[in-house]
């Protein structure tokens, strides 16, 4: 009996430590009583024994509920230094600085239930849609000190970063809804990653291949074999489609009113794509997006912000006249043992032209350059990834974002700043220090496109208004990431 | 002398009181209603010194007595859960399992009721309330009623993990306390469905439809060639002694184990 149970206690524990294996061992003790190795009151002598054993060890303790077939736990935590400057167009002298040391948690769950569903969580530090960043001691009274005393808890909250349920009961259709993680193929030129948008969404795939050779008459005449090996070559089609609840327009009526007073606003997403596969490591991808806002003609997004709001140099982040045909295209292939990417995207707002228009009604700003400003576009090359100890990675990319190419809400606030109507380099450098941790670099310099229009962007150095013209936005970034 | 008869008299009397023992079991209703009451009044016969407190409100409430170490025998017709198990040895008790007899947990509908046989499935599904009408499995049409035992219950726990994969009951369940009071709301109902240990099959209205084509019985339960068998147990702290082990030893004797027959469990030998 003790050699049983010490059989049984090694299997538990070599068989992947899950504490159903320890728990139970029911199939196995009940092969042993069938053969009448054992008897049934053996078999629970053993049993009751096993679990008083793993209950002894913490995994023996918790406790999943029944629908969950498989529960992950994962998260990462950044320490970072980070300097923003920008210099002003009219006083070479003049510039605008700021240096944060700045940490981050995220702590999420993935729980996979019976019946193909799926349920995501993630908590996460900081409020704003496109940061996870807080800031080491808090600074919000911009004059170096702090008037709550030093490290009080007001900007550690946690809040909900993820939260959606997924459903993939068809092999070719994933069904999602909630606050979920883009399910776009995208970049930061139109993404922040940081963003995990609220709403619904559907993701179509379908592969072909591998592709079967012809066949030829067999060595021996009896029969067929194939002519060659089969073809390494796949296809993937895919299609991601968002319903994104932009804003709500909670009440869209009221009592005594005639007309609704507001509605709510989608940003409709529309992708289409595929993956050529050339073999495991080489593919083409290439993945067509529409964008389109409803309902922007009567309702704003936050406030009236539709047009400029300041001078020349002032910014926007209206939402109106915004149709954007988006192309983001990777190539990736391995040379020398090193997997390299060539990337580029191209974004072209196809109502551009209206929203020049729009800006042009202020009269500040009507001798502002009219026109054109409808295209953004990224291209740039990517060698190595980190994925273990002692991985390094190099990232680069030219990105040019025209005034009215973008929705500037959406964009990554770690390239210049937030801003449209910028152009120059993107540079990023990682090393894993080991499995989990790892150092990161980066440094973007963005240059102004057209000084007598503004940025675009609410966020940033300048905020939405009274900023002055700029000419350039510096920004670097180092890292120590933990992952677990 | 007179006095020395006296203190004589008195000892004798006191150790009489001293040798009284009561034995004091609590747990599942499944055992507790019948089975053991049962077992406790043969038992008594030979051992007219040893009085009996039993409480048949659970199988969890047994657990939760031993743990609290108020009582000598945990009756129960389910396994000691992990976090039970956890409780007792950080309260210093070592749950140890005897198994006592077999049942077969019969799922029963009103004697009136056209069904006769259901698959696994289908009893997952009423149970669940994915099939809420008889005619979903084969019946004549009219709204399902089930009726289960409460969440105290080994019973309840039993049968969803061996019926229901585990899932949740209908919401509409109606929970009931014991065996007893299952077999008569369904043998009331028309459109009952409950279910219940093989000892309480003899209640009036009611009958066992058969589950994948076989019914539940001595030999399909022996055999395991019913679904829904599963051994029940009596749990103690450890190797008993004393009364509770000779209770326990009675319990799997011969003559005991022919009262786990006439009450309608199967015998464990």
């Known amino acids: 009996m003790r050699k049983l149970k010490c059989i049984l206690l090694l299997s538990a524990f070599t068989l992947g430590s899950s504490f159903v294996h320890a728990q139970d061992n029911a199939a196995l003790l009940d092969i042993l009583v069938k053969k009448k190795v054992i008897s049934d009151q053996e078999a629970e002598e053993v049993r009751a024994d096993l679990v008083k054993e793993y209950t002894a060890v913490p995994a023996g303790k918790i406790n999943i509920s029944a629908p969950v077939k498989e529960l992950r736990i994962y998260g990462d935590t950044r320490l970072r230094y980070e300097y923003r400057g920008a210099k002003s167009e009219t006083n070479s002298n003049d510039s605008v600085e700021a240096d944060r040391f700045r940490y981050r948690l995220r702590i999420g769950m993935d729980l996979k239930l019976t019946e193909d569903w799926f349920v995501g969580v993630r908590v996460e530090t900081a409020s704003g849609g496109r940061s996870t960043n807080v800031t080491m001691g808090p600074n919000g009274n911009g004059s170096g000190g702090s008037t709550t005393g030093p490290w009080n808890k007001s900007n550690n909250s946690i809040y909900l970063g993820q939260a959606y349920v997924k459903n993939s009961s068809l092999p070719w259709l994933t069904v999602i809804g909630g606050r979920m993680p883009n399910p776009l193929v995208t970049s930061p030129m139109v993404w922040d990653p940081d963003i995990n948008p609220e709403g619904f969404a559907q993701q179509l795939k379908y592969s072909f291949g591998p592709f079967e050779s012809s066949e030829k008459p067999s060595a021996d005449g009896k029969g067929t074999v194939a002519a060659s090996e089969p073809s390494p070559l796949t296809l993937d089609i895919f299609g991601n489609f968002g319903e994104f609840v932009y804003d709500s327009g909670y009440k869209q009526n009221s009592f005594g009113s005639a007309t609704p007073s507001y509605n709510d606003i989608f940003l409709i997403a529309l992708q289409s794509g595929a993956k050529l596969n050339f073999d495991k490591s080489t593919s083409l991808q290439v993945a067509p997006t529409l964008y389109l806002y409803t309902s922007t003609k009567t309702t704003d997004y936050v406030g009236a912000a539709n047009v400029y709001s300041g001078a020349p140099g002032g910014n926007q982040y209206g939402i109106n006249d915004l149709e954007i045909l988006d192309i983001p295209v990777e190539f990736d292939w391995t040379m020398a043992g090193l997997p390299f990417r060539l990337f580029g995207e191209f974004a072209d707002n196809l109502q551009a032209a209206e929203r020049a228009k729009q800006a042009e009604t202020v009269a500040t700003v009507k001798a502002a350059k009219i026109g054109g400003q409808n295209i953004a576009w990224q291209a740039g090359l990517g060698i190595n990834k980190i994925k273990k100890k002692g991985d390094w990675e190099l990232m680069g990319y030219w990105q040019t974002s025209e005034q009215y190419s973008l929705d500037t809400n959406l964009i990554d606030d770690d390239v210049f700043d937030s801003h449209l109507n910028t152009q120059g380099p993107v540079v990023k450098a990682g090393y894993a220090l080991t499995d989990a941790v790892s150092l990161s670099l980066s440094y973007n310099y963005g240059m102004i496109i057209d000084n007598k229009l503004g940025t675009g962007g609410y966020a940033g150095l300048n905020g939405a208004t009274s900023n002055p013209a700029t000419k350039s936005y510096n920004l670097i970034q180092m890292d120590l990431n933990v992952k677990f | ?269």
Not at chain 2, 19 to 34: C, M, P, R, Y
Not at chain 2, 233 to 254: E, H, I, M, R
């Open chain 2, 1 to 269: 002398m007179k006095k020395i008869l006296s203190i004589v008299s008195t000892l004798t009397l006191a150790a009489t009181l001293v040798h009284a023992e009561t034995l004091i079991i609590k747990g599942s209703d499944t055992l507790g209603a019948k089975l053991v009451p049962q077992l406790a009044e043969s038992f008594k016969a030979a051992h007219p010194d040893i009085s009996f407190k039993i409480a048949a409100e659970g199988s969890s409430t047994g657990f939760a007595a031993l743990i609290s170490k108020t009582t000598d025998i945990g009756m129960s017709s389910r396994r000691a859960k992990p976090a039970e198990m956890s409780d007792a040895l950080s309260n210093g008790v070592n749950l140890k399992p005897t198994i006592v007899a077999y049942d077969g947990i019969a799922v029963i509908v009103n004697s009136a009721n056209s069904v006769k046989s259901l698959t696994k499935k289908q009893v997952e599904q009423i149970f669940t309330g994915e099939v809420k009408d008889w005619s979903g499995v084969g019946g004549q049409p009219g709204p399902i009623s089930i009726y289960t035992r409460n969440t105290a219950s080994g019973t309840y726990a039993d049968f969803a993990e061996l019926a229901m994969k585990k899932r949740n009951y209908a919401g509409s369940a109606q929970k009931m306390a014991g065996n007893e009071q299952i077999a008569s709301e369904v043998g009331k109902n028309a459109n009952g469905i409950g279910y219940v240990g093989m000892a309480y099959l003899k209640a009036a209205g009611i009958k066992a439809v058969a589950v994948d084509g076989v019914i539940p019985s001595l030999v399909s339960v022996n055999s395991k060639a019913y679904a829904y068998s599963r051994p029940t147990f009596y749990y103690t702290n450890g190797t008993t002694a004393g009364a509770a082990k000779a209770f326990v030893d009675y319990t799997l004797s011969s003559t005991g184990q022919k009262i786990v027959e006439q009450v309608g469990f199967v015998p464990v030998k």
